[in-house]
């Protein structure tokens, strides 16, 4: 059992850099700047559906935990080339919120105040964007790492959405609830354990558990996606003959996951698998051109895939604004 993660890394965070939405087309699109100047949310139409980004905040992470199975020379020069930091990957925290019909689906909930205290944003964002948390009717969990799942609690540990139905994989369930977990792991991920389960346990909250082609709704539906963790899933959305696949942490970084397909990162807890993973999405996606949203990617981290002999690229969508 592989479990890369860990406290150490996740911890080690950097001043704020600001947050920029990147420019991309066919979409109607509005700005949210909560204090900061930081977009906390962006709108824009799949088909039928309207589709929300709405933004947790961002992590501040070292850069040694990218392309683990790489020269770290060839690592940080890549950085240098593609104007990045060497130092600090600064990742973003992109919620998909789904309107369709008189449904509203969200994807993760973020990690609410107890991680780091640049996250945990998502509720106040939401707000922002004119979305009211209580009208949620779906809460779909692509993963249970902290940054996806620990703000489904309240300060009193209930669930923040008591009314909404919760849908987790059965796979990633049944992996983070085994007995005596927390003693197998290292002591740096025992935490990660211990909120996971207290994640999944928490009052309120009555799980339904998905497998690969898992109907939400209809128009929206899951994918295994593991590596990441043993049960990852990706959430697909497909409206009016359009389809966006939120990747969850399938992919979580806009330059090195394209360009260099086979370097996996510390927090893949497979990294073999997350490459299998992540090969099979890259030809999905962009041989049928699907739209593609990165959990991490630079805010609001919407585009497409585009395939360059061996290696691929993220190319974000052109918004028209009003």
């Known amino acids: 059992m592989l479990l890369r993660p860990t406290r150490r890394a996740f911890l080690k965070t950097a001043a704020a850099m600001p947050a920029f939405a990147l420019p991309g087309a066919q979409a109607l699109a509005s700005l949210g700047a909560p204090e900061g100047g930081n977009p906390g949310f962006f709108r824009f139409t799949l088909g039928e559906a309207k589709i929300t980004v709405v933004s947790d905040g961002y992590l501040g992470l070292s850069v040694d935990g990218l392309g683990v199975n790489a020269d770290p020379a060839e690592v940080q020069a890549f950085l240098a080339k593609h104007f990045l930091s060497t130092e600090t990957n600064y990742s973003h925290t992109n919620h998909i919120h789904i309107e369709i019909g008189d449904a509203r689906v969200l994807v993760d909930v973020g990690s609410g105040n107890r991680f780091l ?14 979305l009211d948390p209580a009208a949620i009717t779906h809460v779909v969990i692509t993963h249970a790492h902290p940054d996806h799942i620990w703000g489904i609690r309240d300060d009193f540990d209930e669930a923040i959405l008591p009314d909404a139905k919760y849908f987790i994989g059965e796979t990633e369930k049944n992996f983070w609830m085994q007995d005596g977990l927390a003693s197998q792991v290292s002591a740096d991920m025992q935490q990660f354990v211990v909120g996971a389960q207290n994640s999944i346990e928490v009052d309120g909250a009555e799980w339904e558990l998905m497998q690969d082609g898992t109907e939400i709704l209809p128009g ?45 990162n510390e927090f893949d807890m497979d990294g073999d698998q997350a490459v299998k993973t992540r090969m099979r999405l890259l030809d999905m996606v962009a041989a049928d051109r699907m739209a593609v949203l990165g959990y991490h990617f630079p805010f ?3 585009g497409h895939v585009m395939r360059e002999g061996d290696t691929y690229s993220f190319v974000p969508a052109l918004w028209k604004f009003d």
């Open 117 to 130: 205290e640049t996250a945990g944003r998502v509720w106040a964002n939401m707000e922002a964007a004119g």
């Open 300 to 302: 609001p981290g919407v």
């Open 220 to 264: 929206v539906r899951v994918i295994d996606t593991p590596g990441h963790t043993p049960g990852h899933m990706s959430v697909v959305v497909e409206s009016g003959g359009q389809q966006l696949i939120a990747l969850g942490d399938a992919m979580t970084h806009a330059y090195t996951n394209f360009a260099h397909p086979g370097w996996y």
